[in-house]
């Protein structure tokens, strides 16, 4: 059983979506622009789309997969999601995040992945975090520089999205490497 902790940021809270978020979570994900910049989110996103994924979560944290939804400390609002897919073999994880279109450029994605990336290293026994971002997508790697991961390369035209192959970059950061920047962080 993986344990899905509610983790709280000063601005965020990240806990686990709840049916209710059905309707926000399908207007934000909605969003040509953010489904443009993921993997999975199907475009155009259904209400329906949104119910089903949402009850689709209990099976996917037995499989290793955390999702939270990124929500407001102040109002409660849901503003994006934020997941972490184990793989106990490598003792690595794998981060992935969206951030609802009204909300960006304020840090939250930042945020979120802190502390994510602080979750995945302090409950599971992972020497490595690593997140993918399009080339195309450049505040996705800033997100991931500013916590600490490093570009680790690119690859050219490994994914196929809406019909196109796109280059991808990906970012990491060892167990090692993130223990040195808290032991920073902590003077
Ligand atoms: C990418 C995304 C997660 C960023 O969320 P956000 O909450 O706006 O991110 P933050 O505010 O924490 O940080 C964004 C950073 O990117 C920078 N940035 C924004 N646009 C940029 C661009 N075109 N080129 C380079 N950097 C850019 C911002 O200036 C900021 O960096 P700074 O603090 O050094 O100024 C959000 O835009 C999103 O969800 N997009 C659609 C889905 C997606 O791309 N998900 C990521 C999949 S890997």
Known sequence: MVEQRILETPRLRLRPYEPSDAGPLQRL???RA???GTLLIPHPYSLADAVEWIASRPEALENGNLVYAITLQSSSELVGAIGLTLRPQHGKGELGYWIGEPFWGRGFATEAAGAL???GFEAFALNRLF???FARNPASGRVLE???MRH???LR???RK???YVDVEVYGILRSEWEGRKLKAEG
Request: charged share 25%; net charge negative.
């Open 34 to 36: 953010v489904a443009e």
């Open 131 to 133: 997140a993918i971002h």
């Open 29 to 31: 994900a909605g969003s």
């Open 117 to 119: 990336i602080s979750y």
């Open 152 to 154: 680790e390369g690119s």
């Open 146 to 148: 500013k916590n600490g």
């Open 157 to 159: 035209q490994d994914i």
């Open 162 to 164: 809406w019909d196109e």
